[in-house]
Every structure is written in structure tokens, then in C-alpha cells.
């Protein structure tokens, strides 16, 4: 252990007289320091600060697909992710076997409609009568039932018009100025909210009424005149059973009484024909008696098809009113949220209300689009209906009149109706196909083959959007950052920006199109959300890429600077050491914009300066300086005289 630590001491010994000896040496001879510190010539150029940070590419226009709910299994899937697709081309397809089903069926009924029209000439049984009477209350139901939905339909577009062009209107007056004004246009919305929900309350319970009326005055006359007819059949029977059991009995009591071969004979034929005659007389009448059982049976189920329809259309108003007044109760809350976060956070930028904008326009067109084809449905659905109660009404007053003119309109609008049938159970079947609504990428799919096609749906991992399948548009991307809460402030909307793609090594130029007013905290460390939109996007990208933003702050052209690191500042002077003539001297200088590469010089220099550089600005970086300098690459902090 001895020796080691002589050792050492011996090394340390070796090391503080070599550090003496260069220190005589630079004191010594000056010239020598002067020749291996680094130095720069002032001269004229541009300085430009910029900003970096990282994020991820997303797009800023997303739309999801769905198909119409209880659609189906789905069949087939056409699209990949990553596919580019046109507007109408097949996304996606679902079981329509159903759907063909119940086209086959329409297409039947059209038939046997057109075959009602050869056969009106025929006249009509009480049990017919009955039925048709019955056909009439059911038409009356749905008729009451296709109205209710009509005025449904019809309330819920001038609702949702209401809502969606208020929405819009806000969306453009925050475009318009992006302000204080948000927060008198998140009152005004909920305002407008709360009035709509008082609109809706009134019309929704008014309509549940009228279908609670409807339900109540259903009625069964229908079965009463079926069981008058089965009484009168049975009746019929009843009196010629016993008529012809009298004529059998007199035909037998003659062969009986009857002597000779010839008259025994006669009176043999005459026997049989009464009992064929009474055997066919009643076979009739039991015909008679099990059509009239049929009649009431399908009367009585008529009667209760009745019933569940008006009990099926009260249960639809009041789902319908409480899922208006539950949306209703929704838009309330998202115009209060809209409203608080209006208060704290006064304005926006131009872009991201732009952006806003262009969602509520888009949004009011799908769902105005949307209650337009509801109304449509159910405008159809309502003249079907209506049709077919002319068509039942029709029946009903000239059922005992033969071939008239009112039997021939009757028979040619139940035609109508069918077609009508035919054409809704059409458009069902196409809904069976999924089809593109715009042009875009496929960024994700919900579903597989096989499985339900209202399974639920999926958002894409760089948007809110969800569906079927979504769709965004590749060639409008952008890049969100988070920028350092002491760089936020040099950055400002329209300014250039770099955008590097490490996985692609592609860089690509854009423009900060959006800044958040309010910080994102975390880890203790304040950011702001910065949004760069690609000016070109190049080919190859991919949504969720990592992105490096450099962001250009500011330029100046054609100044005198040097590196930022050979400026001395000591309180408000800053100083540069100078080279002339071999010697270096300490000179006093005004500096004004700082860039990335150095520091502009507005006095103290002049072009073709020589200064001196610090070890960090380049050069060798090697030999003892003095003062305040060190050993290179070895001891630091100079040495004392």
C-alpha cells in the first residue's frame, strides 16, 4: 500500500510541473496562444431563429360510414385500409336475403293486386263483407299511424334545421371574429336549446296523445258481424238437416210400402236421390259453416292486429318523444359545456373556427339529408297507406254491386299500394350495399365477414370520426405539435415551417395554421399545441407518422453577427474579444437579432473584423490559454501569476 500511494503522489508531482512549465511558456510567449485559438472574420449574412418540436401527422377531413341499423351480416368487405376510393364506390356488403325476401313477397302481393283487378267482377259473401269491413278499421289505424310519422318526421327536420342552422350561425360568426363574441353565441345556443327542448316537449306530447287517442278508439265490429254470419250458417244447416232428413224418410217409407218389380224400382232411384241430394245439401252447408268459422277467426285476428298496431304506434310516440327530449336534454348540456368553455377561453383562431365551420355546414347537410329521406319514407309509407284505405273503403260500399266503376279504381289502387310496397322493399335492398359519399382513404374498418354490420363502430387512431369504415382525405394532412412555453411565444399563425419524416427521410415545407390559447400541463411542464399544415404532402406518408416541425420565427438578411457563444455579457455590456496586429483586445459592442447561428452586431465592429472564438465556437480547441482558459482536453480553469 506504501508504494502505491508514493506512487501516486509522484504522479501528481510530474503533473503540477508540467501545468507550471506550459504556464511559463503562454505567459511567456504570447504569440503562441494567438496562433491556436480559433478566430472568425466579420462578415455580412443571414440570420434566421427558428423553433422545433416533434408530433404526428393526422388529416384534417375524416368521415365515417355506416349502413342503415338491423342491416344485416355482413357479406363482403371490397376496401383495405390504405385503399384510395372514389365517391359511390363499394365499400362493403350485407346479408340481403332478407331484404330479397321481402321483395319477393311485395313482388307477389303486386301480383295477386293485379289479379284482384280480372277478379272484381265477383260479388262478395257476408264473410266477405265482414273482412273487408275489418280491412277498413286496419287501414284507418295505419293511415292515423303513416300521419303520425309524417308530422313526426316533418317536426324532427324543422328541429334539427333549427338546431343546425343556429349552429352554423355560431360556427361563422366565430369564424367571422374570433373574439368575445364566442361567448354570446354559447348563450345564444343555449338559449336556443332550451327552447327547442320546450318546442319538442309540447309537439312530442301532443302526438303521444293523438296516438293514445287512436289506440282507445279502435274497435271490433268486424267479429260481431263475423259471428252473425257463423249463427245464420250454422242456422242454415240446422234447417236442412231436418228438411232433407224428412224427405229421405218419406222416400224409404215408400220403397218400403211399394210392391212389383217396376215400382220397386222407381221407388229404389227415387230413395237414392234423396239421400245424394241430402248428403250434398249438408256437405254445402258445412262448407258454408267452416268458411264463416274462417271468417270470424280471421276477423278476431284482424280485430287484435288492430289493437297491437295502435299500441305499436302509441309505444313508437312515446319512444319517439323521449328519445327527442333525451337529444334535446343532450344539446342543452353541450350548449352549457360550449357556454363554460366559452368563458374560459374567450376566442379562438381563425383557423381552428374555419375548421369548425366547415364541420357544422357539414353536419347540418347530413343531417338535414337525413330527415329529408325520413320525411320521404314516410310520406311514402302515408300514401301506401292512404291508398290502401281508399282501396279497403272502396271494397267495402260496393261489395254487392258487381263490376262498377268503384270496384275498378278499388282494384287499380290496390295496385298502386303494392307497387309502392315494391318499390320501398327496392331501395331496402339497395340499402344492403355500403357505398362511398366522397373520395378519400380508408384509415379503418369496424367489422369483419361474418359478423354483424351493426356491431358497433371504430374511430380511426388520428380522429374522433367513427364508423362502418372511415375515410380521410390524404391529400389535406397536418402535423399537431407541442411547443415550449418560452418558445410559444415567437410563434404565430402563417408563419413557414419545415416538416421532417424520419421513417421516410422526407422533408416537406408547411404553414402554422392554428395555436392553442390555452396550456397543456405535463410533468410540470408548460406546452402549447401548435397545428403545421403541409403545403404539398409528399407521396408515402402515413396518418400517426412522427413528424420533426422546425418552424421559422424570424429572418434578417445581410447583417454583420457573430457566433452568439464569443460574446462576453457582464450586466448590459457585452464584449468580443478582438484580433489586430497579432494582439487580442477586449471591445465593446451593441448587438440586435439573435439567430440560431449568431448574434447580429449593429456597432463595435466592422466588416472584415477578426474575433476571437470560444472554445464551443470551433476551432482546435487544443494548448493552455490564458486567462480563464485551461490545459486542452485536460486540466481547466487556468493558472494564477
Not at 123 to 142: D, L, M, P
Not at 554 to 571: E, F, Q, R
Request: proline content about 2%; hydrophobic content about 40%; glycine content about 8%.
Amino acid at each position: 500500500m506504501r508504494r502505491r500511494y508514493v506512487l501516486i503522489n509522484g504522479v501528481l508531482v510530474l503533473a503540477l510541473a508540467g501545468a507550471a512549465a506550459a504556464s511559463y511558456l503562454a505567459v511567456g510567449n504570447p504569440a503562441s496562444t494567438t496562433a491556436t485559438t480559433p478566430t472568425m472574420t466579420v462578415a455580412r449574412g443571414t440570420l434566421t431563429s427558428t423553433v422545433s418540436a416533434s408530433g404526428n401527422l393526422s388529416a384534417k377531413t375524416t368521415v365515417g360510414v355506416d349502413f342503415p341499423s338491423n342491416s344485416g351480416t355482413v357479406t363482403a368487405i371490397g376496401v383495405t385500409l390504405g385503399q384510395a376510393v372514389k365517391a359511390g364506390d363499394v365499400l362493403a356488403t350485407s346479408d340481403d336475403t332478407s331484404a330479397r325476401q321481402t321483395l319477393a313477397s311485395a313482388q307477389a302481393g303486386l301480383a295477386s293486386a293485379k289479379a284482384q283487378l280480372i277478379t272484381t267482377t265477383q260479388g262478395q259473401t257476408s264473410q266477405e263483407k265482414a273482412a273487408s269491413s275489418a280491412q277498413v278499421g286496419s287501414s284507418q289505424v295505419t293511415v292515423a299511424n303513416g300521419r303520425t310519422s309524417l308530422s313526426q318526421a316533418r317536426a324532427t327536420y324543422a328541429q334539427d334545421k333549427i338546431t343546425q342552422d343556429a349552429l352554423v350561425a355560431a360556427a361563422q360568426a366565430t369564424s367571422d371574429s374570433a373574439d368575445s363574441t364566442a361567448v354570446t353565441s354559447a348563450q345564444t345556443a343555449l338559449s336556443q336549446a332550451q327552447a327547442t327542448y320546450e318546442q319538442d316537449k309540447t309537439a312530442q306530447d301532443a302526438l303521444v296523445a293523438a296516438a293514445q287517442a287512436t289506440y282507445t278508439s279502435s274497435t271490433s265490429s268486424g267479429v260481431a258481424n263475423a259471428q252473425t254470419a257463423l249463427s245464420q250458417a250454422q242456422a242454415t244447416y240446422a234447417q236442412d238437416k231436418t228438411a232433407q232428413d224428412a224427405l229421405v224418410a218419406a222416400a224409404q217409407a215408400t220403397y218400403d210400402a211399394t210392391t212389383g218389380t217396376t215400382a220397386k224400382a222407381s221407388a229404389q232411384t227415387a230413395l237414392t236421390q234423396a239421400e245424394n241430394t241430402r248428403d250434398s245439401t249438408l256437405l254445402r252447408d258445412s262448407q258454408a259453416i267452416q268458411t264463416a268459422q274462417g271468417s270470424l277467426t280471421t276477423a278476431q285476428d284482424s280485430n287484435s292486429s288492430t289493437k297491437t298496431s295502435a299500441q305499436a304506434a302509441l309505444t313508437q310516440a312515446e319512444n319517439t318523444r323521449d328519445s327527442t327530449l333525451l337529444r334535446d336534454s343532450q344539446a342543452i348540456q353541450t350548449a352549457q359545456g360550449s357556454l363554460t368553455t366559452a368563458q374560459a377561453s374567450l376566442s379562438s383562431t381563425k383557423a381552428t373556427a374555419k375548421t369548425a365551420l366547415t364541420q357544422a355546414e357539414n353536419t347540418r347537410t347530413s343531417t338535414l339529408l337525413r330527415d329529408a329521406q325520413s320525411i320521404q319514407a314516410a310520406g311514402g309509407t302515408l300514401t301506401a297507406a292512404q291508398a290502401s284505405l281508399v282501396s279497403a273503403a272502396a271494397s267495402a260500399s260496393v261489395n254487392s254491386q258487381g263490376a262498377r266503376a268503384g270496384a275498378i279504381a278499388s282494384a287499380k289502387a290496390q295496385i298502386a299500394s303494392a307497387q309502392a310496397t315494391v318499390d320501398q322493399a327496392k331501395a331496402t335492398l339497395d340499402h344492403t350495399i355500403l357505398r362511398a359519399p366522397a373520395d378519400g382513404t380508408v384509415v379503418s374498418i369496424a367489422g369483419t365477414v361474418g359478423g354483424p354490420s351493426s356491431a358497433g363502430s371504430t374511430s380511426s387512431t388520428t380522429s374522433s370520426t367513427s364508423g362502418f369504415v372511415v375515410l380521410s382525405s390524404m391529400s389535406n394532412l397536418q402535423v399537431t405539435t407541442m411547443v415550449a412555453e418560452a418558445d410559444a411565444a415567437k410563434v404565430a399563425l402563417g408563419q413557414s415551417a419545415t416538416v421532417t419524416f424520419p421513417a421516410l427521410t422526407t422533408s416537406t415545407k408547411g404553414t402554422v395554421t392554428a395555436m392553442d390559447l390555452a396550456s397543456t400541463v405535463t410533468n410540470n411542464v408548460v406546452e402549447y399545441g401548435v397545428t403545421v399544415t403541409l403545403d404539398s404532402p409528399p407521396t408515402g406518408l402515413r396518418l400517426g407518422q412522427t413528424a420533426s416541425v422546425s418552424i421559422t420565427t424570424g429572418t434578417k438578411a445581410s447583417v454583420l453577427y457573430v457566433p452568439s457563444s464569443s460574446i462576453s455579457t457582464v450586466g448590459p455590456l457585452k464584449t468580443v474579444t478582438l484580433r489586430k496586429a497579432g494582439k487580442d483586445t477586449t471591445t465593446t459592442v451593441q448587438t440586435g437579432f439573435v439567430g440560431d447561428s449568431g448574434t447580429e452586431i449593429t456597432g463595435g465592429l466592422a466588416e472584415g473584423d477578426v474575433v476571437v472564438l470560444s472554445a464551443s465556437s470551433g476551432g482546435t480547441g487544443g494548448g493552455f490559454t490564458f486567462p480563464g482558459g485551461g490545459f486542452g482536453g485536460g486540466i481547466s480553469g487556468g493558472l494564477g501569476q
